[in-house]
């Protein structure tokens, strides 16, 4: 019998899952993230979704051997199990009740999935992002690393001296909500409920909200040439650039890459970015070198497999990089879970 690998990537908008064998992704499938009912829609979503990629991918559930889940965050724990206290998908949280529609305080993620599967690893998305691009990607082998989601929401995953940062519920670099000012009482509000936050400022709906409209509209229109657009692009570009620093002052990193749906405009931002980066303290920030995720589009995919794949398929993985041969990924309607 061969070995079976679910991942599982849980975001705010969508919930990803695919089937591996040691020959690579064998099946792709996702669902919009479902926010309705109780609480444990969205482990029974998790749960569905493994079993249509099976479906996809020829194998019998069962046959999984483990399941690595890389999920938005923060956590909590309890009863020694993670739950999920994400402010984008728990409607009682913070500014988005509305929004979200639902009533939820927290998801009971490990608890509701544990036993239904031999092993189970759930980590926030940024830190199994960071594991993923150290061992296949743009950060392979580096053992100073910081990783950045530059998103709907801002995230980071480190490792100091090859040690991956973790911390008590692991929730270590939470990036997004470091405090960029004194609170004036005027300062965007994060999704959180927190005013200043680095999300609230130059997070993808932070652009949108500013400008008045899409963020990717904002950096075409930047690069035709549109002054209030350039604006507004310099000034995020400047305050990401403190929140990095301030992440480099306190890890000494030696490499920081950067993923998400705003950095894909990584040819605006790079400039912008490492410009005011510099500026501030050299002896902490002149050998440090930028990259743009090298996993991208699969960095979901990878990440949530990085925290199961068994130790002898990396060496083979890194030669042959058989995610890029992935099949597409099929889009399953909502109402199916």
């Not at 999984?64 to 938005?72: C, D, L, M, N, P």
């Not at 009971?108 to 544990?114: G, K, V, Y």
């Not at 794949?309 to 995610?323: F, L």
Request: include cysteine; charged fraction near 25%; charge should be neutral.
């Amino acid at each position: 019998m061969g070995q079976y690998f679910a991942a599982v990537d849980i975001g705010a908008t969508k919930t990803t899952v695919s089937v591996s064998s040691s020959r690579g992704i064998l099946a792709r499938v996702y669902q919009l993230t479902r926010k309705s009912g109780d609480p444990g829609t969205v482990p029974r979503q998790v749960d569905f979704l493994i079993g249509a990629a099976c479906a996809q991918a020829r194998v019998e559930k069962p046959q999984i051997r483990a399941v690595g889940i890389s999920t938005a965050s923060p956590f909590e724990t309890t009863d020694e199990a993670l739950s999920l206290i994400a402010p984008n998908i728990c409607g009682a949280l913070g500014e988005k009740r509305k929004e979200i529609g639902n009533d939820w305080r927290q998801v009971p993620l490990e608890r509701d999935l544990r036993g239904k599967y031999p092993r189970l690893r759930i980590a926030n998305d940024c830190i199994s992002a960071a594991v993923a691009e150290r061992s296949f990607g743009a950060g392979l082998g580096e053992d100073n690393l910081l990783y950045v989601t530059w998103s709907t929401g801002i995230g980071a995953g480190a490792f100091v001296d090859g040690h991956l940062l973790t911390g008590k519920n692991g929730n270590a670099l939470h990036l997004g909500h470091i405090v960029m000012n004194y609170h004036r009482g005027d300062e965007p509000v994060c999704g959180c409920g927190g005013r200043a936050h680095l999300e609230a400022l130059v997070a993808g709906p932070a652009i949108g909200r500013e400008y008045g409209a899409e963020p990717q509209e904002v950096f075409q229109r930047c690069r035709r040439g549109e002054k209030r657009a350039g604006t507004l692009v310099q000034r995020v570009a400047a305050i990401m650039a403190t929140g990095l620093y301030s992440a480099v002052a306190l890890l000494d990193s030696r490499l920081i890459i950067l993923g998400g749906s705003v950095s894909k405009n990584w040819d605006i931002l790079e400039p912008l970015v490492t410009d005011r980066f510099y500026r501030e303290f050299p002896v902490l920030t002149r050998e440090v070198v930028f990259k743009h995720s090298e996993l991208d589009q699969y960095l979901g995919d990878m990440a949530g497999l990085s925290l199961v794949m068994p130790d002898d398929w990396i060496a083979d993985w890194q030669k042959r990089k058989p995610w890029r041969q992935a099949p597409e990924t099929t889009v399953l309607e909502p109402e199916l879970a």
